[in-house]
């Protein structure tokens, strides 16, 4: 199941699929609906009744034809509202959205799903509304059957499906369509991880066929596994548009702002920290800068930190991340009960040497946090250093290890 | 990187890239758009039919229980209690002929109107015309049509008053001016519906009153005596005669209704019924002009 090779391959990008052109799309948000509320709040007080809320704000960016686009943000940032207008199903209020071949969309749970009908008629509906004809469905219907996994509640009415049943049915009809664009909300998620996997899989296929993929994902190690382009939505507003490694990171920052703004009382936030780190530096130990590592040596990670005021104790810790985002090594004061000595203000330079760091081959991301005595957090550098591990032919994952085969004996029959 | 894929982007550089904003698809663009999914307006239609009888345990029957019903009360209360009956031969086929046309008009012009707000799950998540709802329901109020329309014949042959004379002629159009106004209609109001719920209760309203302007459960000689007695202008006849509603049911009563003669109708039906089908059409482009105007903003305020 699992993949061994990486995804270095090289694409050439085709002709532009979609084209977002400053779109900006403004809410209006009303709470009277009936026609005696209008007429009673008619005129000058009924505008002061609407409130009007910018979901998006003048967003452009092209989508390349072969490209897999991870759209990134917090809750509430626009993402779906920007899948839907790329959709063509709300109107942006601003701006435009030209694009073309044919398209599928992945938008909600149960979307385009009669609840009273039965999977399989439902198969059929939405496969006429993604714009198959029904011979071309009756042609696929067998292998959407068996991609979803469904099985024999094909007949049973959508309504008694579970959420994963649902997505997996929708899924498997979208895949069937023959779309060269396919957009995906976050409805993936609540398949369980076999399904995630063979989705994963398909939207790998999907990329080899030169199809277009957008996919809203709030999980990072998703993102840089299957997308070569992030886009990182903020308020309604493009805060990043790049490669989707580079994208994930903005995306913590952006995480990080806010969870400080939500952790902090309000008194404490207007004091901004007084230290914060200003450089990571991975050596040898030598003191020669690295960028490319053997694997299995031993490296010395330098966090430089600008204290601008003294300081009493502090904390500091570091970690190794994969591209995914998952952490392979983690270190820190805290840890390990030795905080850093009284600081005056000024530069201070911490030094971890890491023995004999066991990492297979791939690309590493270096962070580093800093805290006071009382493990108040001062500063976070995400990726705030890089370097890349030497494949070894011999062997996969993360840890690098020697194996030795060998076949035992066999007694004959 | 495959074939496959260059051959993708190959055909993809050669299509133009077209705006998604509905506001900016003309009519005739948002008609092929219709026909396209041609398909998927037989699926909503079916969809339709068997989900609104799917639990019950008299499924398509409940189509006929309805009619049947009211054909009853409309007999005995206004044909034999209130002596209606005397002036029109076979009363109870001039009536359930009436009420049949009628029946395609209300549900169609109900069901329209609810339809974009009943179909809110597909108009926000998926793009399709939206034109195809109203439309659909158009569909199945057919169906039901065509059922009743079963029993209407059956009954015909039953009471020895088989509809065979060229007034069948007239069955055609009176079934096409009433699907032309209650989908123009249907078109409209479901799009103001999505955002002011009231106007499903005043479709039901409008339809009440659509029912009793109409020679259904009286004639159109009645009316014409009532301003005669009354001593009011002719031209308030040719107004009552020039609802579409009337005309169809007028040309629906010529095809099956074969008690009735000549004086039982207004001059050139025909002619009237071409203008009514002309001036519906007018009506069509007209709602469905509004209707993209105002279907930007379904996804958001459903
Ligand atoms: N139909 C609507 N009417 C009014 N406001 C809306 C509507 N749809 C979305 N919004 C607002 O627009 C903003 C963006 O919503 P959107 O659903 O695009 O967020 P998102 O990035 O997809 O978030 P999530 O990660 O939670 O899915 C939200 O503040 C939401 O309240
Ligand atoms: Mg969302």
Redesign the pocket.
């Given at each position: 199941m699992t993949r061994i090779t990486d995804h270095s391959e090289v694409m050439p990008l085709g002709p532009k699929i979609v084209e977002v052109n400053n779109v900006s799309?403004t809410?209006?948000?009303r709470r009277d609906n009936s026609l005696k509320e209008r007429i009673v709040t008619l005129g000058r007080s009924g505008r002061a009744h609407r409130e009007k809320?910018d979901?998006?704000k003048n967003i452009t960016f092209d989508v390349e034809a072969g490209s897999t686009i991870g759209l990134i943000?917090?809750?509430?940032?626009?993402?779906?509202?920007?899948?839907?207008v790329i959709g063509g199903i709300?109107d942006p209020t601003s701006g435009s959205v030209r694009r073309r071949g044919r398209i599928a969309a992945l938008l909600e749970l149960g979307a385009g799903f009669h609840p009273d009908l039965s999977g399989r008629d439902n198969v059929y509906l939405n496969a006429s509304i993604l714009g198959l004809s029904k011979e071309e469905t009756d042609a696929e219907f067998d292998s959407i059957l068996a991609f979803s996994e469904i099985g024999d509640f094909i007949d049973t009415q959508v309504k008694f499906y579970s959420s994963g049943m649902y997505v997996r049915l929708a899924f498997a009809v979208a895949v069937h369509t023959n779309p060269d664009l396919l957009l995906v909300?976050?409805v993936l998620a609540v398949g369980d991880e076999a399904f995630q996997r063979k989705c994963m899989d398909k939207i790998r296929q999907f990329q080899q066929e030169g199809r277009t993929i957008v996919l809203?994902s709030?999980s990072a190690a998703q993102v840089t596994e299957i997308c070569d382009r992030g886009v990182v939505?903020r308020a309604?507003e493009i805060a990043f548009v790049g490669s989707a490694t580079e994208a994930t990171k903005v995306h913590r920052e952006i995480l990080e702002e806010k969870r400080k703004l939500t952790l902090d009382d309000p008194a404490e936030e207007e004091e901004p920290a007084s230290s914060k780190i200003r450089s990571i530096t991975v050596r040898n130990t030598e003191g020669r800068v690295l960028k490319n590592l053997d694997g299995g040596e031993s490296v010395v990670i330098e966090v430089a930190v600008e204290h601008s005021e003294p300081t009493g104790e502090w904390n500091s810790s570091m970690s190794i991340d994969t591209p995914h985002g998952q952490q392979v090594y983690g270190a820190g004061t805290l840890r390990s009960h030795t905080p850093h000595p009284a600081a005056p203000a000024g530069v201070s330079v911490i030094r971890y040497e890491i023995h004999e760091l066991p990492l297979a081959g791939g690309q590493y991301f270096v962070n580093a946090e800093i805290s006071n005595g009382e493990n108040k957090q001062w500063d976070i550098f995400w990726q705030g250093a890089m370097f890349s591990v030497a494949e070894d032919p011999d062997q996969s994952g993360t840890v690098r290890a020697r194996s030795t085969i060998t076949t035992m004996a066999v007694s004959p029959e | 990187m495959s074939d496959r894929a260059l051959q993708r982007f190959a055909r993809l550089a050669d299509e133009p890239l077209v705006p998604t904003a509905s506001a900016s698809r003309g009519s005739w663009t948002t008609l092929k758009a219709v026909i396209d999914h041609r398909a998927l307006l037989g699926l909503l239609v079916r969809r339709d039919v068997k989900a609104r009888y799917k639990d019950s345990a008299l499924g398509m029957l409940w189509t006929l229980i309805n009619p049947l019903v009211q054909l009853l009360i409309y007999w005995l209360v206004l044909g034999q209690i209130l002596g209606a009956a005397r002036g029109i031969p076979d009363f109870a086929i001039y009536i359930f002929s009436g009420l049949t046309i009628f029946g395609l008009f209300s549900e169609t012009l109900s069901a329209a109107t609810g339809s974009i707000v009943a179909n809110s799950g597909l108009v926000k998540k998926v793009y399709v015309p939206r034109e195809i709802f109203p439309l659909a329901t158009a569909g199945s109020a057919l169906v039901t049509f065509g059922v009743q329309l079963i029993v209407l014949v059956a009954a015909c042959l039953i009471l020895d008053s088989a509809p065979l004379s060229m007034g069948l002629l007239y069955f055609l159009p009176a079934v096409l001016i009433v699907v032309i106004y209650a989908v123009s209609l249907g078109i409209l109001l479901s799009a103001i519906n999505v955002y002011l719920r009231d106007v499903q209760y005043l479709t039901s309203i409008l339809l009440m009153l659509a029912l009793w302007s109409s020679p259904i459960v009286y004639g159109w000689t009645m009316v014409q005596q009532v301003i005669d007695r009354l001593g009011l202008p002719q031209w308030l006849l040719d107004v009552y005669s020039a609802n579409p509603v009337t005309i169809a049911v007028l040309g629906f009563h010529r095809a099956f209704w074969v008690a009735g003669t000549p004086s039982d109708y207004p001059a050139d039906l025909a002619l009237r019924m071409g203008i009514a089908i002309v001036v519906g059409l007018l009506l069509l482009w007209g709602c469905q002009r509004v209707f993209s105007r105002l279907q930007g903003n379904f996804?958001?305020?459903?």
């Open positions: 799309k809410f209006v948000l809320f979901a998006l943000g917090t809750n509430g940032s626009g993402k779906s509202t920007l899948l839907k709300i909300d976050e809203v709030h939505l309604g | 996804a958001q305020e459903l």
